[in-house]
């Protein structure tokens, strides 16, 4: 074959699209944190998926079209920096074929390598060892390796061969990937995906898996707040676990949510998907049976209210990302406008951010993404909008540093000295986190055992044990200092309130010149959130 038609392309983004949804858990797996944050391969699926769905219906024979489109709806469905990354690739892929009916060797060699600028620029640090140096690698290969009477079929196996190995070497290039044993996430997801082009390419369209026996419970309604949750999990069944029950485990997950929907399989594994307010509690239940393989919780979303345009414009607002109905009032009481669902373990897309900003309805907007795995797709939102809108990004990586940043907002400040304010208050506070480990792993001098609580500090794991509350005090001493004046500990949902009013008395006792707060921000999988200052 020497030249692809634009409906041949549309089955190839689609087979990838498809290739990848089969094969995301797979690379949740390869996270090199043991946190249950339902990562990169939940965030390059649902990104492709949007793009999916942006040509379903396209029936043009130009590939411009097809790629325009379909880079479109990447764009917009674009989640963590593995999405937007891949958005990107194509981005400047779908640029270079502008104008063409058809894709020549030449020009595929050349979109490629668009893309892989286009990727690259999207990047403000870019880190090798990483999806980057796939499409770097792999691009040039083809560019250099191709010419004029090679096939597309030669030069997609050109292009994944090298990919593979770019892959393989990918721990030679992160230190972390070394010591843990494994290879790049996102540069895994971006083989999926040619992976998943080659075979359409080939006469061999990848259909979405359906295998399992599937059962479903549905009751009637809907959750009109609350969340998604889409689980892999595994039975253990050697004695250190309880004997899971079916029947008890349906009537447990269906009075504490709807929409139950789970699949049996061989080897004692178990998919679940589930609309539940409290998806802690269902993680707190599922522990006492086995081990999590990959967990996605995500926010319900319904029908938006409609912005009212002829409203007047606000001079100012803030947008912050918020994952738990406390942690939305907390935001709320220190002057936060919009609030956008999500965070670790649960990315908002471009588009949520293109939605906030509308409605935010400022000339002056703050966007607070709290996590740094949302900051990419915050970035690409604000280069999106309006000229007559100025959008900016303060790049807080945690729920802290959020609070903090957005309580030094000031209405009767400009626009530049709100903006410098609110980015050096990030610096005023250090932030950590406990949650369960999902599986064993060592890492940085730490050893993690599944199910265990760690205690994190940024990015590094500074304790894992048994208990949630000693995971929270070995983190207090890890992040206390003699300068430390306060402590703001966040409480999720599977802290009971007799537990908060406890934790604040011990610690009251423990710390008597330090002030602290202890709130409930009934957030889901981490027990706790500290801020100390």
């Known amino acids: 074959m020497k030249k692809i038609s634009g409906q041949l392309l549309k089955s190839m983004f689609i087979s990838a699209s498809n290739n990848l949804f089969n094969h995301y858990p797979e690379i949740d797996a390869l996270n090199v944190f043991p946190v249950p944050d339902g990562d990169t391969g939940m965030n390059m699926n649902l990104t492709m998926s949007s793009g999916a769905k942006e040509i379903s219906n396209k029936n043009e024979d130009d590939v411009y079209s097809i790629a325009k489109a379909f880079s479109r709806g990447l764009l917009m469905g674009a989640r963590g920096n593995s999405g937007v990354i891949t958005s990107q690739i194509f981005r400047g892929f779908a640029k270079a074929l502008e104008g063409k009916e058809e894709i020549t060797a030449y020009d595929l060699a050349t979109a490629l390598l668009e893309g892989k600028e286009a990727s690259y620029r999207a990047v403000m640090r870019p880190v090798e060892g990483t999806i980057l140096t796939v499409i770097r690698e792999a691009s040039d290969a083809l560019y250099h390796t191709g010419d004029d009477d090679t096939s597309i079929e030669e030069c997609f196996e050109i292009l994944l061969t090298e990919a593979r190995a770019s892959l393989k070497r990918t721990p030679e290039l992160l230190p972390v990937l070394k010591e843990v044993g494994c290879v790049d996430s996102g540069a895994a997801g971006l083989v999926v995906i040619f992976e998943g082009m080659q075979k359409a390419l080939l006469g061999e369209f990848v259909e979405k898996s359906t295998e ?85 919780i995500l926010p319900i979303k319904h029908d938006e209210e409609k912005v ?17 109905s406390g942690l939305d009032d907390l935001f709320r009481q220190v002057g936060v406008d919009v609030i956008v669902p999500g965070g670790q373990t649960m990315n908002p897309s471009i588009q949520d951010f293109v939605d906030a900003i509308k409605k935010a309805n400022a000339h002056n907007i703050f966007i607070l993404p709290n996590n740094s795995n949302i900051v990419m797709a915050a970035n690409q939102a604000c280069e999106m909008i309006d000229d007559d809108c100025d959008a900016r990004v303060v790049p807080s990586k945690t729920i802290p540093q959020g609070l903090v940043s957005a309580m030094v907002f000031s209405q009767t400040s400009d626009v530049n000295a709100n903006f410098n304010n609110m980015k050096a208050a990030l610096k005023n506070v250090r932030s950590g986190q406990v949650t369960f480990a999902i599986k064993d792993t060592d890492i940085e001098g730490v050893h993690v055992t599944k199910n265990y609580y760690m205690g994190l500090r940024d990015k590094f794991i500074v304790t894992c044990v048994k208990d949630k509350f000693e995971a929270l005090n070995n983190l207090l001493a890890n992040m206390i200092k003699k300068d430390s004046t306060l402590v703001n500990i966040i409480c999720g949902e599977d802290i009971l309130e007799s537990e908060i009013a406890e934790l604040q008395n011990n610690l009251a006792a423990n710390y008597k010149d330090i002030q602290i707060n202890v709130v409930s921000g009934k957030q889901p999988v981490y027990s706790f959130i500290v801020g100390v200052e």
């Not at 309604?221 to 050697?238: H, V, W």
């Not at 699949?263 to 509690?281: A, Y």
């Not at 345009?309 to 918020?322: D, T």
């Open 212 to 296: 399992g026996k599937q059962i479903v419970e549905e009751k009637e309604g809907k959750l009109e707040n609350g969340y998604s949750m889409s689980l892999a999990f595994s039975l253990i069944k050697d004695g250190t676990k309880k004997h899971f029950i079916e029947k008890h485990f349906r009537d447990f997950a269906l009075h504490h949510g709807h929409s139950l929907n789970y699949t049996l399989e061989k080897d004692d594994k178990i998919k679940i998907d589930l609309q539940t307010l409290h998806p802690g509690t269902i993680l707190a239940y599922l522990q006492q049976f086995g081990e999590f393989e990959n967990i996605s």
């Open 308 to 324: 009212d345009v002829n409203s007047p414009r606000k001079k100012n607002a803030i947008i912050a990302v918020s994952f738990g």
